[in-house]
């Protein structure tokens, strides 16, 4: 089946430096991805929409600046978290589709310190 | 929001058909249902979907009422490796929408 593939599977970084996370669809051209969060005991909270080529959307409360998002082409998209914080610490998820269903990855757990 | 309602936990033996039940009374009749799972700390997992009538794969079968309004998704014979949290999801797919979980049915499998 589709795969898709996130890097790195976890990361540990300082507060105040930025961190960038990859979302590969391995096997398939990814028009949309999705960038999703979840915190500890909770569900998944979409974040934003990313189409190829064009400026992501943004769910609302989620800050643009703060998380960049990158998808510059039909399989890779990338999250930047900038200036991260120890709130910002969680487990990011992102997928990928190109028709039914929706692929995962296998998710990156950040830890700000 | 999430349009779904699900239990918050429910136990099954192994070896004993596992029954999530997934109610979704406002749903559109372009929306499809699916379910997903998350193993701890693992992205989620496509189990199965269906529009109107039932389905069964090699994981799952999926039961949609006539009216649409609720569904159980039935897992044969389950195993400890099927301890996962459950999402149950209605989807508009066609129009790109965007997959938005409710809170899921955490199963636990129990020898």
């Known amino acids: 089946g589709a795969v898709v593939s996130q890097h790195p599977s976890w990361v540990i970084c300082k507060s105040g430096t930025s961190v960038k996370i990859e979302c590969r669809s391995l096997d398939f051209q990814a028009t949309t991805m999705f960038w999703y969060r979840q915190f500890p005991k909770q569900s998944l909270m979409l974040m934003a929409t990313?189409?190829?080529?064009?400026?992501?959307?943004?769910e609302q409360g989620v800050e643009k600046d703060k998380f960049l998002i990158n998808h510059a082409s039909l399989t890779l998209s990338t999250l930047t978290v900038t200036s991260a914080h120890p709130e910002d610490s969680s487990f990011y998820i992102c997928?990928?589709?190109?028709?039914?269903?929706?692929?995962f990855g296998n998710g990156t757990r950040l830890t700000v310190t | 929001d999430a349009k779904t309602t699900q239990p918050t936990s429910m136990d099954c033996a192994e070896g004993r058909a596992a029954n999530l039940p997934c109610n979704h009374s406002t749903i559109s009749g372009n929306e499809y249902v699916y379910w997903y799972r998350q193993i701890h700390s693992q992205g989620p997992q496509y189990i199965i979907h269906g529009l109107k009538n039932n389905e069964t794969n090699e994981m799952a079968s999926l039961i949609i009422t006539e009216d649409r309004k609720s569904s159980t998704l039935i897992l044969p014979h389950a195993t400890l490796r099927d301890t996962a949290v459950y999402y149950c999801i209605v989807w508009i797919v066609d129009q790109g929408g965007k997959l938005i979980f409710g809170q899921g049915t955490e199963l636990s499998v129990k020898p």
């Open positions: 990313s189409n190829e080529g064009s400026k992501a959307t943004y």
């Open positions: 997928s990928a589709r190109v028709n039914s269903p929706l692929h």
